[in-house]
C-alpha cells in the first residue's frame, strides 16, 4: 500500500514534533508516548477489520511478485487499493454501537496527552489536588495555543501495561477530580478558557474512592463548572463512561469524535443489570444510544468531530488538526458572550434536556 | 456508577429470634422488623414513624409516609405531577420501558420516583424532594431530574430553604444518556440557589447511590442521614470484584461517611422533622449580626416581603401564615428570611 511510505512520513513528522517540544524543555520530565511512532504497518487490527487483512495480504504478495518477475502489476495493484479503501469505507460508516466502543477503546487511540502536546504551542502539566493526592489518570496543565492561554486537562490512559496501571486505565480518583477543579478555578481567576478531553471507563470504584468521597468530588465539578465564568468546551475523545465522564463534562460545548461513546453505564453493566446477562453487551450498546449521532438527535452534544476512516488512530495528525480547529472557533464564538450570558447559556443548555410528558 | 445493586449490602435481615410466630402479617396488622424480626404492631410501628422499638432498625418508608412524617398537616402542595415520564429511547431490556413504567406506576400509584412541593415544617415554609425507591429503585431519569429543577427554582424564586429525602439506586438507565445529564441539570440549579446563599439540605435514606450520591446527594451545605443507611458512589459487589477482597461491615454506612467526613450528622427519623425545622431557624440570623454585606446582588427580602410572596402564592392559609411567619418569633421581626452560610 503507499500507505508505508506515509506512515513512515508521520512517525517522523512526530518525533520532530517530540524533539521540538523537548528542546523547549515542556516535556523534559515525562515519559512521551505517542501512537504511531513504533507501530507496525497495521496493528491491533479490531475484529470486524478481518476482510481488511485478506486483502492487504493478496496486496501483499502481487507486490513481491511484481518485484520478482518485472511484471507489470500497477493495474492490478491499483484495482485492488480501490477496492480496499472503498471497503474499510464501507466497514467504518457502517460500525454498530459495539464496534463503535471497539474503536473509541482502541489501544493506539490518540489520548489526552497525545492531543494536548500535539495541537499546543507551549505546554505545562501541573500535578496535584492539595488535599493529598496527584492522581494520574486525570491530567492537566496550562497550554497556549497560538496568543491563546488556556487550561487543558482531560482523563489519561496509559500506553502499555504498565502505564495503564499505574493511570488505573483513566479511572479518575476523587483526587483526580478535586485536582481538575483546582486547574479550572485557576484557570478562572486568570481569565483563561478550559479545554476538557473525556476518556474513561469510568471514575474509579474502590475503597479508597468510596473512603475519599468519589460522590462528592464528581458532584462538587459538576456544581461549580456552572460557576465558572470562562468558556469551557468539553471533547469526548475516546469513551465517556458515566460520571466519571461528566465530572469534567459540564461546560458551554460537548462536541465527540465521530467514534466516541458517551454512556450512563458501561454496556457491560448494564446488560449484567437490566438483561441479567452480561453477554448480552452489545445489545445494550446499541439501546442505550451511546452514539455521537444519537446524541445529537437526543440535544446532548453540539458537535461531531470527523475522523479519518478507519478510525482517530490512523491519522493522529489530522485528527489533532480538527479538534484544534473546532476548539478554536468555539472558542472565537464563546468569547463574543458576556460572562452573564455565558453562564446563562451554560445553564440553559443543560436545563433543557430530559424528555418527558406535560399535560 | 449504575453498577450498583443494593441487594449485595442488604442488611443481614436473617430473623435472630422468631418471637411471635404464630402472627400472621399478611394483614398489615403486624410488621416484622427486617433488621432484628421482631414484630411489632403496625399500628405502635407507624406511631414510632417506622423505628422498630426493640432494636431502633429504621424501617424503608415511602413518600407519602416520609411526607406526612416532615410537613404540617394540611400544608403540603405538591408541585409538577403532571410532569411525567415517557420512553424516548424507545428502550427494550427483557422488557418494554414503556410498559413496564405503566406497569409500576400502576402498582405504585406514583407516577415516577420523586415527589417534589412545598410545605411547612414546624411553621417554617420549605421546598421538599421525596424519592420513593418503589418506583424502579428510585432510579434517576428525566422527570426525576426535571421535577426537582423545578422545585430547586421555585424555591431560589421565593427564597425558600431546600430539602430532598434521597433513595436511589442511581441514574435510570433506561433513559440513557439523558439520565445522566439530569445529574448535571440538577447540579446548575442547586449552584444558583447556592449563588443566592440559600440553604440546600439533603436527607440521605438508604440506599442513596450511584447517580444520585455522584450529583445533589453531595451538594448540600449541610449534609443530613438516616441511622445505618447505605451510602454508596460504587456498588459494593463491583468494588469487591475489582479487589478480591471481603469490604468491612460498615463499609458504605452513614456512620462510615460521617466517620471519613462526607455527612455532616445522622438523625434519627422520629428527630428528623424537629432537626429540619431548628436548622431552619438557626440560618435566619438576626440582621444585627451583619449580613447586609451580602454579596449576592440579589435584594434579600425581609419577613415582610417573604409574607407578602407567600400571600401571593395563596399556598399556606393565610391565618396559619400570619401566625408562623410574621408574628410568632419576637425577635425576629427584622430576621432576614434567608441563609447564610460561608460560601
Ligand atoms: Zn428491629
Same mark, same amino acid.
Given at each position: 500500500?503507499?500507505?508505508?511510505?506515509?506512515?513512515?512520513?508521520?512517525?517522523?513528522?512526530?518525533?520532530?514534533?517530540?524533539?521540538?517540544?523537548?528542546?523547549?524543555?515542556?516535556?523534559?520530565?515525562?515519559?512521551?508516548? !505517542?501512537?504511531?511512532?513504533?507501530?507496525?504497518?497495521?496493528?491491533?487490527?479490531?475484529?470486524?477489520?478481518? /476482510?481488511?487483512?485478506?486483502?492487504?495480504?493478496?496486496?501483499?504478495?502481487?507486490?513481491?511478485?511484481?518485484?520478482?518477475?518485472?511484471?507489470?502489476?500497477? /493495474?492490478?495493484?491499483?484495482?485492488?487499493?480501490?477496492?480496499?479503501?472503498?471497503?474499510?469505507?464501507?466497514? !467504518?460508516?457502517?460500525?454498530?454501537?459495539?464496534?463503535?466502543?471497539?474503536?473509541?477503546?482502541?489501544?493506539?487511540?490518540?489520548?489526552?496527552?497525545?492531543?494536548?502536546?500535539?495541537?499546543?504551542?507551549?505546554?505545562?502539566?501541573?500535578?496535584?489536588?492539595?488535599?493529598?493526592?496527584?492522581?494520574?489518570?486525570?491530567?492537566? @496543565?496550562?497550554?497556549?495555543?497560538?496568543?491563546?492561554?488556556?487550561?487543558?486537562?482531560?482523563?489519561?490512559?496509559?500506553?502499555?501495561?504498565?502505564?495503564?496501571?499505574?493511570?488505573?486505565? @483513566?479511572?479518575?480518583?476523587?483526587?483526580?477530580?478535586?485536582?481538575? &477543579?483546582?486547574? &479550572?478555578?485557576?484557570?478562572?481567576?486568570?481569565? &483563561?478558557?478550559?479545554?476538557?478531553?473525556?476518556?474513561?471507563? @469510568?471514575?474509579?470504584?474502590?475503597?479508597?474512592?468510596?473512603?475519599? @468521597?468519589?460522590?462528592?468530588?464528581?458532584?462538587?465539578?459538576?456544581?461549580?463548572?456552572?460557576?465558572?465564568?470562562? /468558556?469551557?468546551?468539553?471533547?469526548?475523545?475516546?469513551?465517556?463512561?458515566?460520571?466519571?465522564?461528566?465530572?469534567?463534562?459540564?461546560?458551554?460545548?460537548? &462536541?465527540?469524535?465521530?467514534?466516541?461513546?458517551?454512556?450512563?453505564?458501561?454496556?457491560?453493566?448494564?446488560?449484567?443489570?437490566?438483561?441479567?446477562?452480561?453477554?448480552?453487551? %452489545?445489545?445494550?450498546?446499541?439501546?442505550?444510544?451511546?452514539?455521537?449521532?444519537?446524541?445529537?438527535?437526543?440535544?446532548?452534544?453540539?458537535?461531531?468531530?470527523?475522523?479519518?476512516?478507519?478510525?482517530?488512530?490512523?491519522?493522529?495528525?489530522?485528527?489533532?488538526?480538527?479538534?484544534?480547529?473546532?476548539?478554536? %472557533?468555539?472558542?472565537?464564538?464563546?468569547?463574543?458572550?458576556?460572562?452573564?450570558?455565558?453562564?446563562?447559556?451554560?445553564?440553559?443548555?443543560?436545563?433543557?434536556?430530559?424528555? !418527558?410528558?406535560?399535560? | 456508577?449504575?453498577?450498583?445493586?443494593?441487594?449485595?449490602?442488604?442488611? *443481614?435481615? #436473617?430473623?435472630?429470634?422468631?418471637?411471635?410466630?404464630?402472627?400472621?402479617?399478611?394483614?398489615? $396488622?403486624?410488621?416484622?422488623?427486617?433488621?432484628?424480626?421482631?414484630?411489632?404492631?403496625? *399500628?405502635? $410501628?407507624?406511631?414510632?414513624?417506622?423505628?422498630?422499638?426493640?432494636?431502633?432498625?429504621?424501617?424503608?418508608?415511602?413518600?407519602?409516609?416520609?411526607? #406526612?412524617?416532615?410537613?404540617?398537616?394540611?400544608?403540603?402542595?405538591?408541585?409538577?405531577?403532571?410532569?411525567? =415520564?415517557?420512553?424516548?429511547?424507545?428502550?427494550?431490556?427483557?422488557?418494554?420501558?414503556?410498559?413496564?413504567?405503566?406497569?409500576?406506576?400502576?402498582?405504585?400509584?406514583?407516577?415516577?420516583?420523586?415527589?417534589?412541593?412545598?410545605?411547612?415544617?414546624?411553621? #417554617?415554609?420549605?421546598?421538599?424532594?421525596?424519592?420513593?425507591?418503589?418506583?424502579?429503585?428510585?432510579?434517576?431519569?428525566?422527570?426525576?431530574?426535571?421535577?426537582?429543577?423545578?422545585?430547586?427554582?421555585?424555591?431560589?424564586?421565593?427564597?425558600?430553604?431546600?430539602?430532598?429525602?434521597?433513595?436511589?439506586?442511581?441514574?435510570?438507565?433506561?433513559?440513557?444518556?439523558?439520565?445522566?445529564?439530569?445529574?448535571?441539570?440538577?447540579?446548575?440549579?442547586?449552584?444558583?440557589?447556592?449563588?443566592?446563599?440559600?440553604?440546600?439540605?439533603?436527607?440521605?435514606?438508604?440506599?442513596?447511590?450511584?447517580?444520585?450520591?455522584?450529583?445533589?446527594?453531595?451538594?448540600?451545605?449541610?449534609?443530613?442521614?438516616?441511622?445505618?443507611?447505605?451510602?454508596?458512589?460504587?456498588?459494593?459487589?463491583?468494588?469487591?470484584?475489582?479487589?478480591?477482597?471481603?469490604? =468491612?461491615?460498615?463499609?458504605?454506612?452513614?456512620?462510615?461517611?460521617?466517620?471519613?467526613?462526607?455527612?455532616?450528622?445522622?438523625?434519627?427519623?422520629?428527630?428528623?422533622?424537629?432537626?429540619?425545622?431548628?436548622?431552619?431557624?438557626?440560618?435566619?440570623?438576626?440582621?444585627?449580626?451583619?449580613?447586609?454585606?451580602?454579596?449576592?446582588?440579589?435584594?434579600?427580602?425581609?419577613?415582610?416581603?417573604?409574607?407578602?410572596?407567600?400571600?401571593?402564592?395563596?399556598?399556606?392559609? #393565610?391565618?396559619?401564615?400570619?401566625?408562623?411567619?410574621?408574628?410568632?418569633?419576637?425577635?425576629?421581626?427584622?430576621?432576614?428570611?434567608?441563609?447564610?452560610?460561608?460560601?
Amino acid at each position: 500500500m503507499s500507505n508505508s511510505g506515509s506512515l513512515g512520513l508521520l512517525a517522523r513528522r512526530y518525533q520532530t514534533i517530540v524533539f521540538a517540544l523537548l528542546q523547549r524543555g515542556a516535556l523534559r520530565d515525562r515519559k512521551v508516548i !505517542f501512537p504511531m511512532t513504533s507501530s507496525p504497518r497495521r496493528p491491533f487490527l479490531l475484529e470486524f477489520e478481518k /476482510p481488511l487483512v485478506e486483502l492487504q495480504t493478496r496486496i501483499n504478495q502481487i507486490e513481491e511478485l511484481a518485484e520478482e518477475s518485472e511484471v507489470d502489476v500497477t /493495474p492490478q495493484l491499483e484495482q485492488l487499493e480501490t477496492r480496499y479503501s472503498q471497503l474499510r469505507q464501507e466497514i !467504518f460508516t457502517n460500525l454498530s454501537p459495539a464496534q463503535r466502543i471497539q474503536v473509541a477503546r482502541h489501544p493506539k487511540r490518540p489520548s489526552t496527552l497525545d492531543y494536548i502536546q500535539t495541537i499546543s504551542d507551549e505546554w505545562i502539566e501541573l500535578h496535584g489536588d492539595r488535599g493529598g493526592s496527584d492522581d494520574l489518570a486525570l491530567i492537566g @496543565g496550562i497550554a497556549r495555543i497560538g496568543d491563546q492561554s488556556c487550561v487543558m486537562l482531560g482523563h489519561q490512559k496509559g500506553r502499555d501495561t504498565k502505564d495503564n496501571v499505574a493511570r488505573n486505565f @483513566g479511572m479518575a480518583s476523587p483526587g483526580g477530580y478535586r485536582k481538575a &477543579m483546582r486547574l &479550572m478555578e485557576h484557570a478562572n481567576r486568570f481569565n &483563561m478558557p478550559i479545554f476538557t478531553f473525556i476518556d474513561t471507563p @469510568g471514575a474509579y470504584p474502590g475503597v479508597k474512592g468510596e473512603e475519599l @468521597g468519589q460522590g462528592e468530588a464528581i458532584a462538587y465539578n459538576l456544581r461549580e463548572m456552572f460557576s465558572l465564568e470562562v /468558556p469551557i468546551i468539553c471533547t469526548v475523545i475516546g469513551e465517556g463512561g458515566s460520571g466519571g465522564a461528566l465530572g469534567i463534562g459540564v461546560g458551554d460545548r460537548l &462536541m465527540m469524535f465521530e467514534h466516541s461513546v458517551y454512556t450512563v453505564a458501561s454496556p457491560e453493566a448494564c446488560a449484567a443489570i437490566l438483561w441479567k446477562d452480561a453477554g448480552k453487551a %452489545s445489545q445494550a450498546a446499541e439501546a442505550l444510544k451511546i452514539t455521537a449521532p444519537d446524541l445529537k438527535r437526543l440535544g446532548i452534544l453540539d458537535q461531531i468531530l470527523p475522523e479519518p476512516t478507519g478510525g482517530a488512530h490512523t491519522d493522529p495528525l489530522a485528527t489533532a488538526e480538527t479538534l484544534k480547529n473546532a476548539l478554536l %472557533s468555539n472558542l472565537e464564538a464563546l468569547r463574543q458572550l458576556t460572562t452573564q450570558e455565558l453562564r446563562d447559556q451554560r445553564y440553559q443548555k443543560f436545563r433543557s434536556i430530559g424528555v !418527558f410528558l406535560e399535560s | 456508577m449504575s453498577l450498583f445493586d443494593w441487594f449485595a449490602n442488604r442488611r *443481614k435481615a #436473617e430473623p435472630t429470634q422468631q418471637v411471635q410466630p404464630e402472627r400472621d402479617i399478611s394483614d398489615g $396488622l403486624w410488621t416484622k422488623c427486617d433488621s432484628c424480626g421482631v414484630l411489632t404492631y403496625t *399500628k405502635d $410501628l407507624r406511631a414510632n414513624q417506622m423505628v422498630c422499638l426493640e432494636c431502633n432498625h429504621h424501617l424503608r418508608i415511602f413518600s407519602d409516609q416520609r411526607i #406526612e412524617q416532615l410537613i404540617d398537616a394540611g400544608t403540603w402542595q405538591p408541585l409538577n405531577d403532571d410532569v411525567r =415520564p415517557t420512553d424516548p429511547l424507545e428502550f427494550r431490556d427483557r422488557r418494554v420501558y414503556k410498559d413496564y413504567l405503566k406497569a409500576t406506576q400502576s402498582k405504585t400509584g406514583l407516577t415516577d420516583s420523586v415527589r417534589t412541593g412545598l410545605g411547612n415544617i414546624e411553621g #417554617e415554609p420549605v421546598a421538599l424532594g421525596v424519592m420513593d425507591f418503589r418506583f424502579m429503585g428510585g432510579s434517576m431519569g428525566s422527570v426525576v431530574g426535571e421535577r426537582l429543577t423545578r422545585l430547586i427554582e421555585r424555591a431560589t424564586a421565593e427564597r425558600l430553604p431546600v430539602f430532598i429525602a434521597c433513595a436511589s439506586g442511581g441514574a435510570r438507565m433506561q433513559e440513557g444518556m439523558l439520565s445522566l445529564m439530569q445529574m448535571a441539570k440538577i447540579s446548575g440549579a442547586l449552584e444558583r440557589h447556592r449563588a443566592q446563599r440559600l440553604l440546600y439540605v439533603p436527607v440521605l435514606t438508604h440506599p442513596t447511590t450511584g447517580g444520585v450520591t455522584a450529583s445533589f446527594a453531595m451538594l448540600g451545605d449541610l449534609i443530613i442521614a438516616e441511622p445505618n443507611a447505605m451510602i454508596a458512589f460504587a456498588g459494593r459487589r463491583v468494588i469487591e470484584q475489582t479487589l478480591r477482597e471481603k469490604l =468491612p461491615d460498615d463499609f458504605q454506612t452513614a456512620e462510615y461517611l460521617v466517620q471519613h467526613g462526607f455527612v455532616d450528622a445522622i438523625v434519627p427519623r422520629t428527630q428528623m422533622k424537629k432537626t429540619l425545622a431548628q436548622l431552619v431557624r438557626l440560618h435566619r440570623l438576626p440582621a444585627s449580626v451583619g449580613n447586609q454585606g451580602a454579596t449576592s446582588g440579589a435584594p434579600i427580602p425581609n419577613g415582610a416581603a417573604i409574607n407578602g410572596m407567600l400571600n401571593g402564592n395563596g399556598f399556606v392559609p #393565610e391565618s396559619s401564615q400570619h401566625h408562623e411567619v410574621s408574628g410568632a418569633r419576637p425577635g425576629l421581626e427584622d430576621a432576614e428570611i434567608s441563609t447564610q452560610l460561608p460560601r
